[in-house]
């Protein structure tokens, strides 16, 4: 029986990663990487997805296979049943607040042809890292994500879990307080950015984090102290959650990840000072997550096939 292709798209902040799989999560692509602005325009971004979709449509053409989906990763806030971006006030994908997503895409790129859904970023990563990455093989796991915005997930024996032990509304932490705000604007590309100009009081000007991670490297104090900052607040934000859900793995990913190794030392060392204690079992591991992009996607299809094919929850 040929049950086709699914097209599996990964929405970020600033790249679109998108690539086509079988019902196992086997890519059958190369994965495309499209930079998108974020911050543009509803029709500007809209046209970037009917593209991305109208390749892959033409790509499983000339592999002669039918399309059976489209299953899409997004941030958050986002109605992910019903397909509404619901994003305001973290400077990204704002232009789409309120957009009705999947009728767009099932009635004005697809005609109808396919079934649509969509499934919030950190847990797609996060089910990804557990079927095929870093935390292949764990009970229980925390997923972060670390880019445009922090992104979080919690999952126990390969279910998302959320309003339970502590966990809050579709394991998100990034909305927490924090400060003045919330810990998405602290632990995000526009948090250290800022950051960065109030340590160095002066502009960035045409900087970027990544730059900043390049200055880290070259062992400039200021931009290592502002990564080891990151992991400490990061620590302390996951005390409670680590103390009540208990992880085996804490898994970091997104596209500031890169700064693990001046990241994960202070977040480390965070949740020693506060855990260990009589009464926690143990302190989790903490890893930078492996082949992010393609577990993600592949976690994405089979996301695809237990909502389409089996009627069940992931």
């Known amino acids: 029986m040929n049950l086709g292709v699914i097209i599996a798209l990964d929405i970020g902040g600033t790249t679109v990663k998108s690539v086509l799989c079988d019902f196992e999560g086997r890519l059958l692509s190369n ?24 390749d892959l449509l033409a790509k499983a053409d000339e592999m002669g296979s039918q399309p059976s989906g489209l299953v899409l990763a997004f941030p958050g806030p986002f109605d992910y049943e019903r397909g509404i971006c619901l994003i305001k006030g973290v400077g990204k994908y704002e232009a789409l607040y309120g957009i009705d997503i999947k009728s767009f895409f099932r009635d004005e790129v697809l005609a109808n042809r396919i079934p649509v859904f969509f499934d919030a ?157 009589p009464g926690i079992a143990g302190l989790p591991g903490v890893l930078k997550a492996t082949d992010p992009e393609r577990c993600t996607l592949s976690g994405l299809a089979l996301y695809f096939v237990e909502r389409y094919m089996r009627g069940g929850n992931v």
């Open 31 to 54: 994965i495309d990487y499209t930079p998108i602005d974020s911050r543009g325009s509803r029709s500007t971004i809209l046209n970037v997805f009917s593209k991305i979709v109208i």
């Open 121 to 277: 970023d950190s847990w797609a990563f996060t089910r990804g890292q557990c079927l095929e990455g870093a935390a292949r093989g764990a009970k229980k796991v925390i997923g972060l994500t670390i880019g445009t915005g922090l992104g979080s997930a919690f999952v126990e024996d390969g279910r998302i879990i959320e309003n339970e032990r502590g966990v809050p509304p579709y394991g998100w932490i990034g909305f927490l307080p924090c400060g003045k705000g919330i810990l998405d604007d602290r632990i995000s590309r526009r948090g250290i950015l800022a950051r960065y100009r109030e340590f160095s009081n002066s502009s960035t000007g045409n900087l970027d984090v990544k730059d900043l991670f390049e200055l880290a490297l070259k062992n400039d104090p200021l931009c290592i102290e502002l990564f080891c900052e990151t992991g400490s607040l990061l620590g302390k934000a996951l005390v409670p959650f680590v103390e009540l859900f208990q992880p085996d793995l804490v898994v970091i990913g997104g596209e500031i990840s890169g700064a693990f190794d001046f990241i994960a030392p202070s977040l480390k060392e965070e949740l020693e000072k506060a855990l260990k204690v």
